[in-house]
């Protein structure tokens, strides 16, 4: 489909290979680099000509990249959108070019469910809810308040607003669960650390921290150490995801429990890619599958960790 065919999208690059344009939120965590690895493989192995843009957080950037693939032909276009909303113009100008679409790892909110093939991905809204329920028992004997600081994901993301909500809808079962601090730490190690420091100056008494990954965790362990402050045990830390330095930090003791978030969505994107370029019909969404870990689980996993 690149190159000289003038034809839309349908019909392989200059060797006869399906190409995939894929447009990826960025590089602001472990998670996202080993999802990066995952594709970029996974596409080798299927025979895929993949080309591939790194918006850098930025919306605009991933937009101008869609609107490329669709000029330059591509057979199918795949995006991981960095926020939810504001998708349906872009998204209507593959529909007219009659090139699929297929969401990875986050969704959009368009109404218009026809501008997309499939969702493949996490549910977030799961993660949060696990992570609630399991500090609903571990805090269960806990006599008073217990205070809760939470460092969002990027705002208006999907992994952001779903963990966000599934999470506070868990921990309203026990009133003495209190969030008094919640705000965006951009799911960087640099973002959780400054942050953190921000909470632990602004709040005497923080019980646990909740971080929307496991980067935002790590960089707010520099800040609670620094703050005179024993992570994992001063404060309990709940992160989501499960990368190798986030398992690490689990089994020394630092974080106390992580709900896993896959990032190897490489292969099964592949897969769907070939089928809707085929014109075969797929299901219009397709979730994860993912556990949780405990310290004593995440010291079992830890050596056959690959990412
Ligand atoms: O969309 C998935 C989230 O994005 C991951 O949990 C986070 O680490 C990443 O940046």
Redo the contacts with the bound molecule.
Sequence with gaps: ACGNSDTGGGDGGDDGKLVLGFSQ??A?????TA?TNSIKEAAAEAGIELKFDDAQQKQENQIKAIRNYIQQKVDVIAF?PVVESGWDTVLKEAKDAGIPVILT??AVDSADKSLYKTFL??D?VK?GRLSGEWLVENKKDATGDVNIVELQ??TG???AND?KKGFAEAIAADPKLKVIASQSGD??RAGGKQVMEQFLKAHPKIDVLFA?????GLGALEAITAAGKEPGKDITIIT??A?KDGMQALADGKFNFIAE?S?LLGPQLMDLAKKVHAGEEVPPRIETEETTFTQEQAKEALPNRKY
């Design positions: 939120v960025g602001e965590s472990g998670w996202r999802n991981s790892d986050r991905g996490s977030f993660e994901g990027t993301s999907a992994p963990r799911f960087t929307h990954n496991d980067d935002m989501i995801d990368v978030c990032p």
